[in-house]
């Protein structure tokens, strides 16, 4: 009597053990599928970012695109920009989110003006959460594009080039989702709350 007691008190101890790390194990599957999945906010105003333009830029198209140094998919964009034929007679800036000297070294000696910033620094200033994102500001300053890089994450082609392309010859493109990385902290919280790398 005692035995089979004991001997079901075991039993009862092993499937709550066994649920404690299925409820565990679908929290990570959630956390880690909701990243690749669900795509992140664009912005609501990105006009703060045309106060990265400098004198002689005025009257000028740019490309304003906002990276994270420790974000595997801003490293992708940024390989790109760093390999890609450029659009001419645009002015390309990046907003680099972390202290990567080296990456912006990078840029800046493939004709990019760098900007870099804190997390903090991104959500004060520019009220962005989410990164990679693009902007393409026309000649007077309004957002003629605000968005992703491609039409899903990882997607095999950015479309930087063709986005800007677009907004130059005037079409009104919606903006392609955000698949990437929240920069800023509370983002972060919302999109990774176990904090997993």
């Known amino acids: ?36 999945l669900v795509p992140l906010p664009l912005p609501e105003d990105t006009s703060a970012l045309s106060s990265l333009r400098s004198v002689d830029e005025t009257g000028r198209w740019m490309a304003v695109h906002v990276l994270y140094s420790e974000c595997p998919c801003s490293r992708r964009v940024m390989e790109h920009l760093l390999t890609s034929e450029r659009p001419r007679d645009v002015v390309e800036h990046v907003v680099l989110v972390g202290s990567r000297a080296d990456l912006a070294s990078m840029l800046r000696l493939r004709g990019f003006y760098v900007e870099e910033v804190t997390p903090d620094e991104l959500f004060e200033w520019f009220g962005i959460e989410a990164v990679p994102l693009l902007v393409v ?9 605000s968005g992703g890089y491609a039409e899903r994450k990882q997607g095999p082609e950015l479309l930087d080039r063709e986005i800007i392309d677009r907004a130059r010859a005037g079409y009104d493109d919606e903006g392609l989702p955000l698949f990437g990385c929240a920069a800023s902290q509370g983002l972060r919280q919302i999109f990774n709350p176990l904090g997993l790398p």
Do not use: K, N
């Not at 649920?19 to 990243?35: S, Y």
């Not at 500001?137 to 309004?142: A, F, K, V």
């Open 1 to 36: 009597m005692i035995r089979s007691e004991a001997g079901a008190r075991q039993q009862w101890l092993v499937y709550v053990a066994l649920g404690a790390w299925f409820v565990a194990m679908g929290t990570v599957a959630a956390t880690l599928l909701a990243r690749h």
């Open 137 to 145: 500001l026309g000649p007077d300053d309004t957002t003629r594009y």
